[in-house]
């Protein structure tokens, strides 16, 4: 399988690398507006240069990862689609839930394969927790709880286009609370401020949030999120059922714990999602390629990605109006 | 200090084998509707029994435990409130908010001290996170996320009277938050069912739920209950803040932990309150008796007994309605 | 049951008030040198003063508890076993194992009762794991590892009159080791040195020291002790066997954990033997009632209390000659 | 740096693929007895297959790495010395010590650069804990624990030519002790039997075995060896020193736990070394080749792996005597 990058950012390089190590695949052209940015990702993939064009157009190019700006796409993802190409992108299709049809509604109609980057699935604890959940090992599912940190919080200039909270950061939480519950909310209640950084509220947005789903049959769901965590990224999952539970902790650099006068001191987990889900950014790639060379549909999926931004949407509408809301 | 206990049954007898425990301390009556209950707590401790009125006019009474059903409590309290005892009593006050207020005019306008019984503000665990909390260790406090699940559902006859899961179960986590946050939540939400017991749901009531908080500075808290856990009784806390965060975990029974083909395993929390929360009743008297002695005002007092009901009316508010639901 | 207590320092005053805690045993009075402390212990549990003589002659008293120092343990066990006593002593019986055996053929030409103080036995945790071993959790045991610091060295005065590290410290893990094992040991490699302090090593004792023993059948058992461990009081065990292990931890005061940018912090193990062992005193007492009452021979006995004095000195032969030595 | 490989079995193949993933390195060619083993490596690699003749003679080879059977090992090694080539060797060197000697003057003459795999030191886990150590973390070291049980014995027709326990299983753990303590075991004492399975005693050999040793400033040491661990792969280091210890953990396959009747339970050790010391190989391999470029002495060197083989006799030699044995 051959692929195209558009976009040779800090994911574009993950994804881009990952590619270029397989056996079965290969990395043939990177796209960037930042031409610097391209040709290194190229030069340490044995890749060429390209314009999203000659992309598209390319007959030797079977795949497209689309690794640039959110609000870029859309716009790509219907390109590739109406080029033939399997697509994977990086979440969100787009800010805008209406923007986001519309584009399904192209890749519907062309038959094109598109896989979203919702890469915590396939972090192995997580999968792991929910493959466990599936086989019973807990039961009738009752409540799922997700935490979230992030070591930091973005700059200002990054708040400002992400779409805020909820669409940018939160967004990956409600993925993960629809994969686990295997069932979609009906009802989204969020609460947030802007407590880490006062510029974050300036601008409009909020660094900590939290936020409750329940689902037509019952089940709840609780989220956590802050832009900040001294003692690494905080990314953990819980579920509730009728006969246990199962928590998905941290990962720490090592095993070291060091004892003294201060008590028992172990690592700090593994500081951010470069990272914590290098691994998963792996299997990610494995499961696009299979399902490309399968001929299966890939999840997480379009419509994967459409219910998230749904969510994302409904919980700042919480937010902003201080009032519960439904999902249709 | 020679108290009577008023009520014999399971938390009666635990505070009364604690009264009759110390030095400083006697248990001199026990009263019961139940006479064989209270002959067998006298017995064990050296007390006699009682009627309520003889206890209540007794010169030999300092001090009353009131370990009697909740619909009892508000009168029991005005009761010995104008008997001049000093008055300890289980929560919670009364079912209803404006019983509450006029029984808390009678406390004030006698001048009694009166403590409540939220055991868990006792408990070493939490005692010391709240300390911390207290000491700057986190920094400014942001986010606090409380779990606690009891090891499986009461008789649906104790739920009727109960006064549902808000005010009765998660009127302690709502303590708790209180506590920690250090201030007061001006909005709460809640989402809830009845997925663990069906029985529980005709009853009018629900087993599982989860609630979201704010106060005025932009602090936000968690809670997740359930009426079951099949690993044991669970009651943690975290609370997060700039600079880091405090967890509280669950307690076991032994340290012991089996490596075998299944991996390893560790032991089941303490099963319930009498076994995770023995230190903290003890400690809860010490706190009393130390009040009395002293003539400070014991805390949690009236006043933490009315606002944790007062959550648990709106969070039971917001559950039924499916708003969000703001206090003044 | 009515106790007569000889030595009334700490570990005296700990089985003091655990004997006059107890509704079916009584403390009648209490015997040391010191009569200020005799008096103390006696005033605090409602107990008389007494001579040891009158203690041994007295028909009030049943039973004795010897807590008093190491040097007059094997007279008092003879004179009590003569006068007819049930018999609870602390280890060791004595230093000298002629000694112990003159004393322990008294205690058999009486028939008097007569349980040495192992506290270890009983710690619910040792316990747990003695009991899952023993119920085949692991099959068929290959390997015991017993881990074993105390937070800091006794004074020099202590150490001169103590036996040395293996009679005073590490004789408790030769029981440990005997009581896990279910087999005896049939050789001892002892190595240590005095790095922890140089007064000791100039007094002629070690500080820190490792042993290795190895059954008939080929079951091998390591012990590591240091007089110091500045994270609180270590005390684990571990067990290999066909089909698993069993491990049993420390025990921290309580399971708050501190996360912030030095990682995570868990508390110090409980400082010390007071602390740590508070539950195996009391059920330790439990056992040695329980046995007085039944007529059933009561665990540890004088052969284990002879048994790891051998052990201890087996070691200390070990260390002094830098020979492995074998028991007989 | 182009490398040719002698041994394509199942380390000769992580480290050929480990070789060839870097961008730095190349490997040019590989000898295996077993012509399709080199055909296979080399195929994954992009590397010729050749004959060790071929590989030692070639012009077009800087470094050799001996990844062949343990009797092969010293003479690969005079070779690759002799024909100017960097040499990385898997230990041993050889089980016997004069021919462990002998090549190593060889070396010594060459001037080669010759590393040995000790792979556990470049474990990011231990590789921690040393560095703590040296930076003084806990002070003067006193104490160091190793533990070391492997998933399951190897085949019978391995045990018979492996060296047995000491030299094959356990020179790990005297090559981590020696790393650790910073010094030379003085004295050795080692007890040990077959109880994992008959088959290996009948061949003259031990599956479980406890060592204790000693250095000239009075550090102790001990290890705990078995060839089977129901639960995965054991690799456990424990440092104490005079203000602190440190531990390392085994590593998990994921950080799942899940909770319900039979208590709390987590995943396995990682199952075998190809996983626990995944990185450590890599790492291992960045060691040898920024020293071979710089021109550094690599360590762990011929040296460490003969005072680790010196080791290995002195507990075998204990074993077979029953004596404990000092090191000159």
């Known amino acids: 399988m051959k692929f195209g990058v558009v976009g040779a950012g800090r994911i574009g390089t993950i994804h881009g690398g990952n590619i270029a190590a397989r056996k079965d695949c290969e990395l043939v052209s990177v796209a960037d507006a930042d031409a ?183 089940k709840v769901a609780q989220i956590s999120n802050s832009r900040r965590a001294t003692y690494g990224y905080d990314q953990r999952v819980e579920a509730h059922g009728e006969s246990g539970m199962i928590h998905v902790g941290n990962v720490r650099e090592t095993t070291v714990e060091l004892g003294g006068a201060q008590g028992f001191t172990r690592d700090k987990s593994l500081n951010f999602f470069l990272d914590r889900y290098d691994a998963a950014y792996k299997i990610e790639l494995d499961a696009f390629v299979a399902a490309v060379k399968s001929g299966a549909k890939p999840r997480p999926d379009g419509d994967d990605g459409l219910k998230a931004n749904i969510l994302a949407d409904a919980a700042y509408q919480s937010w902003k109006t201080k009032q519960r809301v439904a999902i249709e």
Chains 1, 2, 3, 4 share one sequence.
């Open 36 to 218: 610097g940015a391209a040709r290194a990702l190229a030069d340490a993939t044995g890749a060429t240069t390209a314009s999203v064009d000659q992309i598209m157009e390319s007959k030797d190019v079977d795949a497209v990862a689309i690794c640039s700006p959110t609000d870029t796409h859309a716009d790509l993802i219907e390109r590739a689609a109406r080029a033939g190409k399997a697509i994977f992108c990086e979440k969100p299709i787009a800010l805008d839930v209406g923007r986001i049809r519309n584009c399904l509604e192209v890749v519907r109609s062309t038959g094109a394969t598109l896989m979203i980057g919702f890469n915590r699935r396939f972090d192995p604890n997580f999968a792991a927790l929910r493959k466990r959940v599936a086989e019973g090992a807990i039961g009738r599912l009752e409540i799922v709880s997700i935490t979230s940190r992030d070591p930091g919080p973005p700059p200002i200039s990054y708040i400002a286009r992400s779409g805020g909270l909820f669409r940018d950061m939160m967004i990956h939480d409600f993925d993960m609370a629809r994969f686990i519950l295997g069932e979609e909310p009906v009802a989204v209640s969020a609460m947030g401020s802007a407590v880490v950084d006062g510029a974050i509220g300036e601008a409009g947005d909020i660094d900590t949030a939290v936020v409750i789903m329940e689902t037509k049959s019952g």
